[in-house]
Structures are given as C-alpha cells and as structure tokens.
C-alpha cells in the first residue's frame, strides 16, 4: 500500500512556473514507476510524465521540453517542474506509484494558467 500527497498547485499566469511535489510513504518508493497525470474538465485523465525506478522518463508530446519529471528517492518525493505554462495546461495533476499492474493515486492537485 502506498499513500501520496500532492502539493505546489496554484494560480499562475502564462508563461510562469510551478513546480509540484509528491510525497509518498507506505512502501519501498524507490522500486516504483512513479507518473504524473491531469485531466481538464470535461477531458479524459492522459499522462504527461512518468519516471521509473532505474530514472528512465517520458513525456506526453504536449509537455517536451516543457516539464520535467525528477525523484528523490531519500525524501519518498516525486518533482514536476513545469516551465512555459500555458492555459492548455490547466487541470488538476494527479500523482501516481505503480509496479506489477497495481496502481495508487493521489488526491489531486489544481493547476490553474490564467492572465
């Protein structure tokens, strides 16, 4: 069992930075594929970086260059830094742990990209 608490949401203008953060505790955090996603209102939840245990990461095309996914495994904590924001990346992010096809999830955290 892994529990995640997501953090760093907020209001910030286009073109700003937030970076969120995902603590986890429970379990042996190093040996987890840990992801970000969001899902808009009205859209479906899509991914937008994950990074697995060995530090390989991806992104959703949207985000390249963008967004970085980075983890600190002594501190159970997960990073998004998102640089560049625009209002197409307003959604509340979610922060996920996975290993053998069972997944845990955050509560959520609202980002909001808005003049």
């Known amino acids: 069992q892994v529990q995640l608490v997501e953090s760093g949401g907020g209001l910030v203008q286009p073109g700003g930075s937030l970076r969120l953060s995902c603590a986890a505790s429970?379990?042996?955090?190093?040996?987890?594929?840990m992801a970000w996603y969001r899902q808009a209102p009205g859209k479906q939840r899509e991914l937008v970086a994950a990074?697995?245990?060995?530090?390989?990461?991806n992104y959703a095309d949207s985000v390249k260059g963008r967004f970085t996914i980075s983890r600190d495994n002594a501190k159970n904590t997960v990073y998004l830094q998102m640089n560049g924001l625009k209002p197409e990346d307003t959604a509340v992010y979610y922060c996920s742990a996975s290993l053998n096809s069972v997944s845990y999830w955050g509560q959520g955290t609202q980002v909001t990209v808005s003049s």
């Open positions: 429970g379990s042996i955090f190093s040996i987890y594929t």
């Open positions: 990074i697995t245990s060995g530090g390989r990461t």
